[in-house]
């Protein structure tokens, strides 16, 4: 039975079986999440990804999909990047969102993973609410189909915390 839990805290500093990327469709670093995990993680990240690039993802990795790399230094088996979408008044992009979460888990489950970390994706340069992107993030992987066992949401920041300490309540969690 997959558990759900809720860390206010910095995601480079889990130890975890897969931690998940906020990256951009690049693959080779940015800010935010993706930055802090390019630098804790070191070179080998950004050789993996720019092996990616240069094999089956030429033009980047889309929105809603995910991809694994080394950890490299983390203290983690596994990166999974996951592109998610800038959010948008007039476009409904709900479904790009869950898939960066069910699309992890189907990485990790891959894996084999049992642990994996998961930051608020899309939330920071990105301007998904965060009210709005915890209740997707929370209902999608509440629902998946997966072998993991533990869905750890490291959330940078008080702001991020009690948004998803509401939604886990809401949905009585």
């Known amino acids: 039975m997959l558990r759900i839990t809720l860390v206010q805290g910095d995601i480079t500093h889990e130890s975890v079986d897969a931690i998940v990327n906020a990256a951009n469709s690049s693959l080779l670093g940015g800010g935010g999440v993706d930055g802090a995990i390019h630098r804790a993680g070191g070179p080998e990240i950004l050789e993996a990804c720019r092996a990616l690039r240069a094999s089956h993802y030429g ?19 596994r990166v999974i990047h996951t592109v998610g979408p800038v959010w948008s008044h007039s476009e409904d992009r709900s479904d790009v969102l869950a898939s960066c979460y069910r699309e992890s888990l ?68």
Not at 61 to 67: E, T
């Open 106 to 173: 189907r990485v990790a489950d891959e894996l084999g993973a049992r642990s994996v970390a998961f930051p608020a994706v899309s939330t920071g340069v990105y301007r998904w609410p965060m009210g709005d992107a915890a209740r997707i993030a929370l209902t999608t992987v509440r629902d998946a189909e997966t072998s993991v066992e533990e869905a750890r949401f490291v959330l940078f920041g008080a702001q991020a915390y009690e948004a998803f300490q509401d939604a886990l309540a809401a949905l009585g969690g």
């Open 59 to 77: 033009r980047g990795l889309p929105a809603g999909q995910a991809v694994a790399t080394t950890a490299g230094r983390l203290d983690a088996r």
